[in-house]
Protein backbone atom coordinates (compact mmCIF):
# COMPACT_ATOMS: atom_id res chain seq x y z
CA UNK A 1 0.00 0.00 0.00
CA UNK A 2 1.44 3.07 -1.08
CA UNK A 3 1.51 5.61 1.86
CA UNK A 4 4.63 7.36 -0.38
CA UNK A 5 4.39 10.16 -2.86
CA UNK A 6 5.27 7.96 -5.76
CA UNK A 7 4.83 8.43 -9.70
CA UNK A 8 5.28 5.91 -12.21
CA UNK A 9 7.89 5.57 -14.29
CA UNK A 10 6.55 5.70 -18.03
CA UNK A 11 6.87 3.22 -20.28
CA UNK A 12 4.34 3.62 -23.09
CA UNK A 13 1.89 2.12 -20.62
CA UNK A 14 -1.50 4.29 -20.02
CA UNK A 15 -5.32 4.34 -19.53
CA UNK A 16 -6.66 2.88 -22.90
CA UNK A 17 -3.77 1.07 -24.22
CA UNK A 18 -3.43 -2.51 -25.16
CA UNK A 19 -4.99 -4.56 -22.26
CA UNK A 20 -3.58 -7.80 -24.36
CA UNK A 21 -1.47 -10.07 -22.52
CA UNK A 22 1.49 -9.30 -24.12
CA UNK A 23 2.11 -12.88 -25.40
CA UNK A 24 1.28 -15.00 -22.59
CA UNK A 25 -0.80 -17.58 -22.40
CA UNK A 26 -4.65 -16.98 -22.03
CA UNK A 27 -7.22 -18.08 -19.27
CA UNK A 28 -8.21 -21.24 -21.49
CA UNK A 29 -4.01 -22.41 -22.10
CA UNK A 30 -2.31 -25.18 -19.77
CA UNK A 31 0.17 -22.47 -18.46
CA UNK A 32 -1.56 -22.52 -14.62
CA UNK A 33 -4.31 -19.84 -15.18
CA UNK A 34 -7.37 -20.26 -13.71
CA UNK A 35 -10.77 -20.65 -16.25
CA UNK A 36 -12.77 -22.00 -14.04
CA UNK A 37 -12.71 -18.68 -11.50
CA UNK A 38 -16.33 -17.21 -11.96
CA UNK A 39 -15.90 -13.45 -13.29
CA UNK A 40 -16.68 -10.68 -10.39
CA UNK A 41 -19.86 -9.17 -10.52
CA UNK A 42 -20.85 -5.89 -11.15
CA UNK A 43 -20.55 -3.46 -8.17
CA UNK A 44 -21.89 -0.52 -9.92
CA UNK A 45 -24.55 1.60 -7.75
CA UNK A 46 -23.82 -0.70 -4.61
CA UNK A 47 -22.79 1.33 -1.89
CA UNK A 48 -21.46 -1.08 0.95
CA UNK A 49 -18.91 -0.89 3.52
CA UNK A 50 -15.70 -2.37 2.91
CA UNK A 51 -16.29 -4.75 5.53
CA UNK A 52 -19.87 -5.83 4.22
CA UNK A 53 -18.67 -6.15 0.75
CA UNK A 54 -15.95 -8.88 1.88
CA UNK A 55 -19.24 -10.65 3.55
CA UNK A 56 -20.83 -10.92 0.67
CA UNK A 57 -18.78 -14.04 -0.23
CA UNK A 58 -16.07 -14.52 -3.20
CA UNK A 59 -13.26 -12.63 -4.23
CA UNK A 60 -13.06 -8.82 -3.68
CA UNK A 61 -11.05 -6.77 -5.81
CA UNK A 62 -10.20 -3.43 -5.59
CA UNK A 63 -7.80 -0.73 -7.01
CA UNK A 64 -5.88 1.88 -5.78
CA UNK A 65 -5.33 5.44 -7.17
CA UNK A 66 -3.24 8.38 -6.24
CA UNK A 67 -3.67 12.46 -6.91
CA UNK A 68 -2.66 13.77 -9.99
CA UNK A 69 -0.67 16.24 -9.73
CA UNK A 70 -2.32 19.09 -12.41
CA UNK A 71 -5.43 19.75 -13.74
CA UNK A 72 -5.17 18.18 -16.93
CA UNK A 73 -4.14 14.84 -16.08
CA UNK A 74 -6.93 14.99 -13.21
CA UNK A 75 -9.01 15.62 -16.19
CA UNK A 76 -7.68 12.65 -18.22
CA UNK A 77 -7.91 9.87 -14.92
CA UNK A 78 -11.60 10.93 -15.14
CA UNK A 79 -12.32 11.20 -18.65
CA UNK A 80 -10.31 7.70 -19.45
CA UNK A 81 -8.50 6.45 -16.40
CA UNK A 82 -11.36 5.69 -13.97
CA UNK A 83 -14.01 4.63 -16.39
CA UNK A 84 -10.97 2.24 -18.08
CA UNK A 85 -10.79 0.38 -14.44
CA UNK A 86 -14.43 0.58 -13.86
CA UNK A 87 -14.59 -1.78 -16.47
CA UNK A 88 -13.31 -4.60 -14.50
CA UNK A 89 -15.80 -4.34 -11.81
CA UNK A 90 -13.91 -3.53 -9.08
CA UNK A 91 -15.75 -3.31 -5.66
CA UNK A 92 -14.37 -0.17 -4.98
CA UNK A 93 -11.66 1.98 -5.31
CA UNK A 94 -9.23 3.97 -2.96
CA UNK A 95 -7.37 6.89 -2.91
CA UNK A 96 -3.75 7.54 -1.28
CA UNK A 97 -2.16 10.75 -0.21
CA UNK A 98 0.92 12.44 -1.47
CA UNK A 99 3.63 12.77 1.05
CA UNK A 100 3.26 14.09 4.37
CA UNK A 101 -0.73 14.61 3.81
CA UNK A 102 0.06 16.95 1.24
CA UNK A 103 -2.70 15.83 -0.94
CA UNK A 104 -5.27 15.40 1.75
CA UNK A 105 -8.29 17.85 0.57
CA UNK A 106 -7.46 17.17 -3.27
CA UNK A 107 -8.13 13.20 -2.05
CA UNK A 108 -11.01 13.86 -0.34
CA UNK A 109 -12.03 15.50 -3.51
CA UNK A 110 -11.51 12.78 -5.82
CA UNK A 111 -13.23 10.30 -4.08
CA UNK A 112 -16.43 11.87 -3.14
CA UNK A 113 -16.50 12.65 -6.78
CA UNK A 114 -16.18 9.04 -7.78
CA UNK A 115 -18.39 8.05 -5.57
CA UNK A 116 -20.96 10.92 -7.39
CA UNK A 117 -20.12 10.44 -10.65
CA UNK A 118 -19.37 6.42 -11.14
CA UNK A 119 -21.91 5.00 -8.94
CA UNK A 120 -18.54 3.19 -7.14
CA UNK A 121 -17.76 2.68 -3.84
CA UNK A 122 -14.98 5.08 -2.89
CA UNK A 123 -12.30 5.11 0.02
CA UNK A 124 -10.28 7.73 1.09
CA UNK A 125 -6.62 7.29 2.80
CA UNK A 126 -6.49 9.37 6.37
CA UNK A 127 -3.22 9.56 7.51
CA UNK A 128 -1.73 11.09 11.15
CA UNK A 129 0.19 13.12 9.74
CA UNK A 130 0.62 16.83 10.33
CA UNK A 131 -2.99 16.67 11.99
CA UNK A 132 -4.74 17.36 14.76
CA UNK A 133 -7.63 15.35 16.54
CA UNK A 134 -9.63 18.20 15.59
CA UNK A 135 -8.32 18.34 11.72
CA UNK A 136 -8.67 14.98 11.85
CA UNK A 137 -12.54 15.55 13.04
CA UNK A 138 -13.16 17.96 10.24
CA UNK A 139 -11.60 15.37 7.46
CA UNK A 140 -14.15 13.25 8.68
CA UNK A 141 -17.44 15.30 8.78
CA UNK A 142 -16.37 16.38 5.18
CA UNK A 143 -16.10 12.53 4.08
CA UNK A 144 -19.25 11.90 5.76
CA UNK A 145 -20.95 14.54 3.75
CA UNK A 146 -19.68 13.74 0.82
CA UNK A 147 -21.07 10.20 1.52
CA UNK A 148 -17.93 8.68 1.95
CA UNK A 149 -18.05 5.68 4.48
CA UNK A 150 -14.87 3.77 4.33
CA UNK A 151 -11.32 5.18 5.25
CA UNK A 152 -7.95 3.65 5.08
CA UNK A 153 -6.56 4.58 8.59
CA UNK A 154 -2.37 4.90 8.42
CA UNK A 155 0.15 6.15 10.64
CA UNK A 156 1.85 8.04 7.27
CA UNK A 157 5.27 8.72 6.05
CA UNK A 158 7.33 12.07 7.21
CA UNK A 159 7.42 14.84 4.93
CA UNK A 160 10.03 15.60 2.46
CA UNK A 161 12.79 16.66 3.78
CA UNK A 162 12.26 14.46 7.74
CA UNK A 163 13.78 11.12 8.39
CA UNK A 164 11.42 10.18 11.59
CA UNK A 165 7.93 10.57 11.57
CA UNK A 166 6.81 13.18 14.61
CA UNK A 167 2.84 13.30 15.54
CA UNK A 168 1.56 16.49 15.58
CA UNK A 169 1.18 17.83 19.29
CA UNK A 170 -2.52 17.06 19.59
CA UNK A 171 -2.51 14.51 17.33
CA UNK A 172 -1.72 10.75 17.12
CA UNK A 173 1.12 8.92 17.27
CA UNK A 174 0.01 5.47 16.13
CA UNK A 175 -2.26 4.25 13.85
CA UNK A 176 -4.44 2.45 16.45
CA UNK A 177 -5.04 5.51 17.92
CA UNK A 178 -6.47 6.60 14.76
CA UNK A 179 -8.71 3.70 14.16
CA UNK A 180 -9.87 4.23 17.53
CA UNK A 181 -10.85 7.65 16.99
CA UNK A 182 -12.25 7.06 13.90
CA UNK A 183 -14.57 4.19 15.43
CA UNK A 184 -15.70 6.28 18.37
CA UNK A 185 -17.48 8.30 15.30
CA UNK A 186 -20.13 5.35 14.11
CA UNK A 187 -20.17 6.33 10.65
CA UNK A 188 -17.23 4.40 8.95
CA UNK A 189 -15.59 1.15 8.13
CA UNK A 190 -11.90 1.52 8.45
CA UNK A 191 -9.14 -0.44 6.63
CA UNK A 192 -5.36 -0.81 7.63
CA UNK A 193 -1.85 -1.40 6.37
CA UNK A 194 0.05 -4.66 6.89
CA UNK A 195 3.41 -5.50 5.86
CA UNK A 196 4.08 -9.35 4.85
CA UNK A 197 8.17 -8.72 5.45
CA UNK A 198 7.41 -6.36 8.49
CA UNK A 199 7.77 -2.41 8.58
CA UNK A 200 10.57 -1.40 7.33
CA UNK A 201 10.64 1.18 10.76
CA UNK A 202 10.46 -2.18 12.96
CA UNK A 203 13.24 -4.73 13.37
CA UNK A 204 11.31 -7.29 14.25
CA UNK A 205 8.91 -8.66 11.56
CA UNK A 206 6.34 -10.24 14.63
CA UNK A 207 6.47 -7.70 16.44
CA UNK A 208 5.73 -5.27 13.59
CA UNK A 209 2.38 -8.22 13.05
CA UNK A 210 1.35 -7.74 16.93
CA UNK A 211 0.96 -4.32 15.94
CA UNK A 212 -1.35 -4.85 12.89
CA UNK A 213 -3.48 -6.90 15.37
CA UNK A 214 -3.59 -3.78 17.72
CA UNK A 215 -4.97 -2.06 14.76
CA UNK A 216 -7.30 -4.52 14.58
CA UNK A 217 -8.16 -4.47 18.23
CA UNK A 218 -9.13 -1.07 17.93
CA UNK A 219 -11.98 -1.81 15.52
CA UNK A 220 -9.86 -2.01 11.93
CA UNK A 221 -12.45 -3.99 9.84
CA UNK A 222 -9.63 -4.91 7.02
CA UNK A 223 -6.02 -5.21 6.38
CA UNK A 224 -4.40 -4.39 3.14
CA UNK A 225 -1.21 -5.25 2.44
CA UNK A 226 2.38 -3.57 0.85
CA UNK A 227 3.31 -4.98 -2.04
CA UNK A 228 5.30 -7.78 -1.81
CA UNK A 229 6.83 -10.29 -4.25
CA UNK A 230 7.66 -12.93 -2.40
CA UNK A 231 4.66 -15.38 -1.58
CA UNK A 232 6.23 -17.18 1.32
CA UNK A 233 6.85 -14.30 3.64
CA UNK A 234 2.91 -13.70 2.51
CA UNK A 235 1.94 -16.81 3.99
CA UNK A 236 4.11 -16.72 6.86
CA UNK A 237 2.21 -13.33 7.79
CA UNK A 238 -1.37 -14.44 7.23
CA UNK A 239 -0.88 -17.66 9.35
CA UNK A 240 0.96 -15.73 11.92
CA UNK A 241 -2.13 -13.19 12.15
CA UNK A 242 -4.66 -15.82 11.88
CA UNK A 243 -2.76 -18.76 13.91
CA UNK A 244 -0.75 -17.13 16.84
CA UNK A 245 -2.99 -13.76 17.05
CA UNK A 246 -6.66 -14.57 16.25
CA UNK A 247 -7.14 -11.79 13.59
CA UNK A 248 -10.15 -12.93 11.90
CA UNK A 249 -10.61 -9.68 9.72
CA UNK A 250 -10.11 -10.15 5.59
CA UNK A 251 -6.78 -9.64 4.47
CA UNK A 252 -6.44 -8.47 0.76
CA UNK A 253 -3.08 -8.96 -0.75
CA UNK A 254 -1.69 -5.84 -2.47
CA UNK A 255 -0.65 -6.77 -5.59
CA UNK A 256 1.69 -4.13 -7.87
CA UNK A 257 2.69 -5.71 -11.50
CA UNK A 258 6.16 -3.94 -12.56
CA UNK A 259 6.02 -2.01 -15.23
CA UNK A 260 9.84 -1.23 -15.22
CA UNK A 261 13.31 -2.29 -13.36
CA UNK A 262 13.96 1.34 -12.06
CA UNK A 263 10.46 2.04 -11.12
CA UNK A 264 9.83 -1.23 -8.81
CA UNK A 265 13.13 -1.06 -7.64
CA UNK A 266 12.45 3.20 -6.21
CA UNK A 267 9.32 1.59 -4.85
CA UNK A 268 10.46 -1.20 -3.07
CA UNK A 269 13.16 0.53 -1.64
CA UNK A 270 11.10 3.22 -0.08
CA UNK A 271 8.59 0.68 1.53
CA UNK A 272 11.28 -1.99 2.48
CA UNK A 273 9.45 -4.43 0.20
CA UNK A 274 12.23 -7.07 -0.84
CA UNK A 275 12.81 -8.45 -4.22
CA UNK A 276 13.38 -12.31 -4.97
CA UNK A 277 16.78 -13.16 -6.81
CA UNK A 278 14.48 -15.01 -9.58
CA UNK A 279 12.52 -11.73 -9.87
CA UNK A 280 16.03 -9.24 -9.97
CA UNK A 281 17.59 -11.14 -12.31
CA UNK A 282 14.61 -10.96 -15.07
CA UNK A 283 14.41 -7.15 -14.02
CA UNK A 284 17.83 -7.08 -15.06
CA UNK A 285 17.28 -8.76 -18.12
CA UNK A 286 14.69 -6.27 -19.33
CA UNK A 287 16.45 -3.30 -17.96
CA UNK A 288 16.10 -1.74 -21.43
CA UNK A 289 12.98 -3.40 -22.71
CA UNK A 290 10.05 -2.13 -21.33
CA UNK A 291 7.72 -3.42 -23.11
CA UNK A 292 9.42 -7.22 -22.03
CA UNK A 293 9.89 -5.90 -18.55
CA UNK A 294 6.12 -5.00 -18.49
CA UNK A 295 5.28 -8.27 -20.04
CA UNK A 296 6.70 -10.33 -16.87
CA UNK A 297 4.98 -8.03 -14.42
CA UNK A 298 1.72 -9.18 -15.88
CA UNK A 299 2.93 -12.56 -15.79
CA UNK A 300 4.52 -12.57 -12.31
CA UNK A 301 1.60 -10.96 -10.81
CA UNK A 302 -0.45 -13.52 -12.60
CA UNK A 303 0.85 -16.57 -10.72
CA UNK A 304 1.35 -15.30 -7.61
CA UNK A 305 -2.25 -14.13 -8.14
CA UNK A 306 -3.13 -17.54 -8.52
CA UNK A 307 -1.11 -18.71 -6.18
CA UNK A 308 -3.27 -16.11 -3.44
CA UNK A 309 -6.76 -17.42 -4.80
CA UNK A 310 -6.03 -21.01 -4.09
CA UNK A 311 -5.19 -20.33 -1.05
CA UNK A 312 -8.36 -18.82 -0.21
CA UNK A 313 -7.53 -14.93 0.12
CA UNK A 314 -10.01 -12.25 0.92
CA UNK A 315 -9.27 -10.33 -1.95
CA UNK A 316 -6.73 -8.29 -4.31
CA UNK A 317 -6.02 -4.62 -4.14
CA UNK A 318 -4.24 -3.46 -7.44
CA UNK A 319 -2.38 -0.58 -7.18
CA UNK A 320 -2.85 1.33 -10.48
CA UNK A 321 -0.60 3.50 -10.33
CA UNK A 322 -3.53 5.64 -12.48
CA UNK A 323 -3.15 2.82 -15.07
CA UNK A 324 -5.67 0.42 -16.78
CA UNK A 325 -3.38 -2.13 -19.10
CA UNK A 326 -1.28 -3.99 -16.91
CA UNK A 327 -4.00 -4.48 -14.11
CA UNK A 328 -6.53 -5.26 -17.00
CA UNK A 329 -4.48 -8.37 -18.26
CA UNK A 330 -4.14 -9.75 -14.98
CA UNK A 331 -7.73 -9.61 -14.60
CA UNK A 332 -8.33 -11.27 -18.21
CA UNK A 333 -5.46 -14.16 -17.29
CA UNK A 334 -7.11 -15.24 -14.07
CA UNK A 335 -10.48 -15.16 -15.51
CA UNK A 336 -12.13 -12.58 -13.18
CA UNK A 337 -13.00 -10.36 -16.53
CA UNK A 338 -13.84 -11.22 -20.20
Not at 255 to 269: D, V
Not at 275 to 292: E, M, R, W
Request: proline share 7%; aromatic share 8%; charged share 20%.
Amino acid sequence: MYHYSLKPVPVGVGAGSDVRTAGFPSPKSKRGYRPEQPAIPSWKGVHLRIGELHRQGGLVVSFELFPPKTPDQTAKLFEEGIPGLLELSPAFLTCTYGAGGSTKDQTLEIVTRIRREFEVEAVSHLTCVGASREEIGQFLAQARSGGISNIVALRGDPPRGDETFKPHPDGFKYAHELVSFIKQTGDFDVAVAGYPEGHPECPDRHLDWQRLAAKVAAGADLVITQLFYNLADYFEFEDYLRGRLKVSVPIVAGILPILSKQQIERFCGLCGAQIPPDVQAKLDQYADDPASCRAYGIELATRMCEKLIARGVSGLHFYTLNRTASTAAVMKNLGLVK
